[in-house]
C-alpha cells in the first residue's frame, strides 16, 4: 500500500530520526566472512532479496506547492517516481491542496497535464502553475470611449532597414459625416476578487478619463456622431472634427488659388501656377506641381512633387512623396522620398530617406539629423551636395543677418559721406547714423547668440547602402568631405577628435 508522501518537515524529522535509531546497531550484525566455498553456492538471486542497490532504490513521486506573496498564484515541483517507485497521481495533489488550504483557482486540467509528464516521461516538472486567484473587477461609472479605428497613430522610429511605404502616406484621420466616432459605455458593477486561499479582495470604484464631445459632434443614442465631414482629433479630455477642404478634383482655374485654415484634401493636381496655402496638413493624391505650397503641418503626395521657375514648398511637418524633381524644399519633419530627388534645394530640420532605391542626384539637401539613401550623385551627374548636423532654420537667421548687416553698412557709409560733405539735414543725418549703428550692433549681439545653436548633431551621419559616385560633396557640423572615388554601400559620420568625416564600409 501506498503510504502518502504528504509530510511537515517535523514529522519528517521525527521519522528520520526513529529510522536511524532503528538501524544504528547494524554493525553488531557482521559476522566473520563465510569460506570461499560457501560463498560460491549464495547466488546473485539470494543477495537481491536481501540487498537494495544504493544507487537505484525505489523512491516514490511527490509534489511540493508553494504560494506566491500576493496570494494570488500556487506553483507546484511535481517529483517524478524513480527505481520502480509509486507514481503521482490527483489523490497526492489534492491532500497537498487541502494541507495548503488552497481553494480558489485550482486549474485540474494543468494538473492532469503535469502529472502525465511526471509519470510517462519520469521528468520533473518544476515551478508549474497550479492555482490562480481571482482579481477584483473596478466598479466603473458611464463613460465615452473613443472607437478604436480612430486612434491610430503613424510610427516615427526609423529602423536601419526601413522602407518607406507609401501605401500608407497620411496620418490624417478623415471621418465623414454620420460616422460613429464614440461610444457610451453603460456603467460596470465591481465584483471582488480572491486569492489562493479563498480570501477575498475588495473591489475599488476605479477612475476612468471624463471625455467631452467636442465641435462638429453630436449625441445620438449611446453613440457620439461627426456632424460634418472632417479630420478627426483627440486630446486625453476631448475630441471633436474640424473641418476638412475636400477637392474632388484638380487645384486649377476652377478652384483659384487655395487659402484655407484647416486641411486640404485634393483628389487630384495642384496645376502650375496655382498655390496652396494651409493651417493644417495637406494631402495630394497625384503630382504636384510646386508653383507655392505652404502648409502648418504635414504635406502628404501620393505622386511627386514637380517645381516650376521660383516655386516653393515649406512645410512645418513632415514631408512623404514618391519624387522630388526641380524644387525648392523645407520641411520642420522629415522628408521621406520613395523614388529620389533631383536637382533640388531640400531643407530638413530632422532626416531625409528615400526608399531602397531611391537617388540624390543634383543640387543640394540639408538635414539636421542625417541622410539615408540608396544612390548619392551619378556618373555624369551634376554637383551633389550634403549638410548635415546644422539647424537649417538658424543658418537662414543668420544668412538673413549678414544680407541685412551688409545693406546696413553701405547705408552707413551712405550717411557718413553725406555728413561730410554737407551740414544739410545734419541734425536728422546723425540721428539716422546713430541708428544704423544700434541696428548693426543689435544683428551682430544676435548672430553670435545663433551661432552657439547652429551646430546641432555631431552624430548626424549619411548612409548609402549602394553607389556614391565621386564628385559628391559631404558636410557634417561644417566638416567637409568631397568624394574622390566610387563607394558602395557607406556610412559618412563626423570623427570630432581628428576634425574629419570618416567613410566606413556599412556591416553586410
Given at each position: 500500500m ?11 524529522v ?15 550484525l557482521?559476522?566473520?566472512?563465510p569460506s570461499?566455498?560457501?560463498q560460491?553456492?549464495i547466488?546473485?538471486e539470494?543477495l ?6 544504493e544507487?537505484?532504490?525505489p ?6 506547492i ?10 507546484a ?7 520502480g ?35 510517462t ?5 518544476l515551478?508549474f ?9 473596478d ?13 491610430r497613430t ?19 484621420v ?23 486561499y ?14 467631452n ?9 449611446d453613440?457620439?456622431?461627426a456632424?460634418?465631414?472632417?479630420r478627426?482629433?483627440h ?5 471633436w ?8 478634383g484638380?487645384?486649377?482655374?476652377r478652384?483659384?488659388h487655395?487659402?484655407?485654415p484647416?486641411?486640404?484634401y ?5 496645376k502650375?501656377g496655382?498655390?496652396?496655402h ?23 503626395v501620393?505622386?511627386?512633387l ?5 516655386g516653393?514648398v ?7 512623396a ?8 523645407e520641411a ?13 534645394t531640400v ?9 531602397k532605391?531611391?537617388?540624390i542626384?543634383?543640387?543640394s539637401?540639408?538635414a ?10 551619378t556618373?555624369?551627374?551634376?554637383r551633389t ?5 546644422t ?25 557718413e559721406n ?15 547714423q ?6 548693426i550692433?543689435?544683428?551682430n ?34 566638416v ?7 563607394h ?7 570623427d570630432?577628435?581628428?576634425?574629419k ?7 553586410r
Amino acid at each position: 500500500m501506498k503510504q502518502s508522501t504528504d509530510y511537515t518537515a517535523q514529522d519528517l524529522v521525527t521519522s528520520s530520526e526513529t529510522l536511524l535509531e532503528d538501524v544504528s546497531g547494524a554493525e553488531d550484525l557482521v559476522v566473520a566472512a563465510p569460506s570461499e566455498e560457501t560463498q560460491q553456492k549464495i547466488s546473485s538471486e539470494m543477495l537481491k532479496r536481501f540487498m537494495v542497490e544504493e544507487e537505484d532504490y525505489p523512491q516514490d513521486g511527490y509534489v511540493d506547492i508553494k504560494v506566491c506573496d500576493d496570494e494570488m498564484e500556487a506553483r507546484a515541483d511535481f517529483i517524478a517516481p524513480s527505481g520502480g517507485g509509486q507514481l503521482l497521481g490527483p489523490d497526492d495533489v489534492s491532500r497537498v491542496l487541502e494541507a495548503k488550504e488552497i481553494s480558489i483557482g485550482v486549474d485540474w486540467e494543468a494538473i492532469k497535464e503535469a502529472l502525465f509528464r511526471c509519470n510517462t516521461e519520469r521528468l520533473d516538472v518544476l515551478d508549474f502553475p497550479v492555482a490562480r486567484g481571482v482579481e477584483p473587477v473596478d466598479q466603473l461609472p458611464e463613460h465615452l470611449v473613443v472607437e478604436q479605428q480612430l486612434l491610430r497613430t503613424e510610427k516615427q522610429e526609423h529602423a536601419e532597414a526601413q522602407r518607406v511605404d507609401l501605401r500608407n502616406t497620411s496620418s490624417l484621420v478623415i471621418v465623414k459625416k454620420d460616422e460613429v466616432l464614440a461610444r457610451l459605455v453603460p456603467e460596470q458593477q465591481g465584483r471582488e476578487g480572491y486569492t489562493v486561499y479563498g480570501k477575498a479582495l475588495a473591489y475599488k470604484t476605479g477612475k476612468v478619463p471624463r471625455l467631452n464631445p467636442g465641435k462638429n459632434t453630436r449625441l445620438e443614442g449611446d453613440r457620439i456622431v461627426a456632424e460634418r465631414d472632417g479630420r478627426f482629433l483627440h486630446t486625453p479630455e476631448s475630441f471633436w472634427v474640424n473641418e476638412v477642404l475636400d477637392i474632388a478634383g484638380d487645384v486649377d482655374y476652377r478652384t483659384g488659388h487655395v487659402d484655407f485654415p484647416g486641411d486640404v484634401y485634393i483628389r487630384g493636381e495642384i496645376k502650375a501656377g496655382f498655390r496652396v496655402h494651409a493651417g493644417g496638413s495637406v494631402f495630394c493624391t497625384k503630382t504636384m506641381d510646386a508653383s507655392e505650397v505652404l502648409c502648418a503641418q504635414d504635406l502628404i503626395v501620393g505622386w511627386g512633387l514637380i517645381g516650376r521657375k521660383a516655386g516653393k514648398v515649406k512645410v512645418e511637418g513632415e514631408l512623404r512623396a514618391k519624387f522630388v524633381e526641380n524644387c525648392f524644399v523645407e520641411a520642420k519633419g522629415s522628408i521621406l522620398v520613395d523614388v529620389g530627388i533631383l536637382n533640388s534645394t531640400v531643407y530638413s530640420g530632422n532626416r531625409i530617406e528615400t526608399g531602397k532605391k531611391g537617388v540624390i542626384a543634383g543640387g543640394s539637401v540639408t538635414a539636421q539629423n542625417g541622410v539615408q539613401a540608396a544612390q548619392l550623385g551619378t556618373r555624369m551627374g551634376p554637383r551633389t551636395e550634403l549638410y548635415c548636423g546644422t539647424d537649417f532654420v538658424t543658418e537662414q537667421k543668420l544668412a538673413w543677418i549678414r544680407s541685412k548687416n551688409m545693406e546696413l553698412a553701405f547705408k552707413l557709409k551712405q550717411v557718413e559721406n553725406r555728413l561730410q560733405k554737407s551740414t544739410e539735414n545734419q541734425d536728422k543725418l546723425l540721428d539716422v547714423q546713430r541708428r544704423i549703428k544700434e541696428a548693426i550692433h543689435k544683428l551682430n549681439e544676435a548672430a553670435q547668440s545663433l551661432l552657439f545653436h547652429l551646430d546641432r548633431n555631431e552624430a548626424a551621419e549619411v548612409i548609402v547602402s549602394g553607389h556614391v559616385y565621386p564628385g559628391v560633396y559631404v558636410e557634417i557640423c561644417h566638416v567637409s568631405f568631397v568624394v574622390v572615388r566610387p563607394h558602395k554601400g557607406v556610412r559618412f559620420h563626423l570623427d570630432k577628435e581628428k576634425g574629419k568625416i570618416i567613410a566606413d564600409p556599412l556591416l553586410r
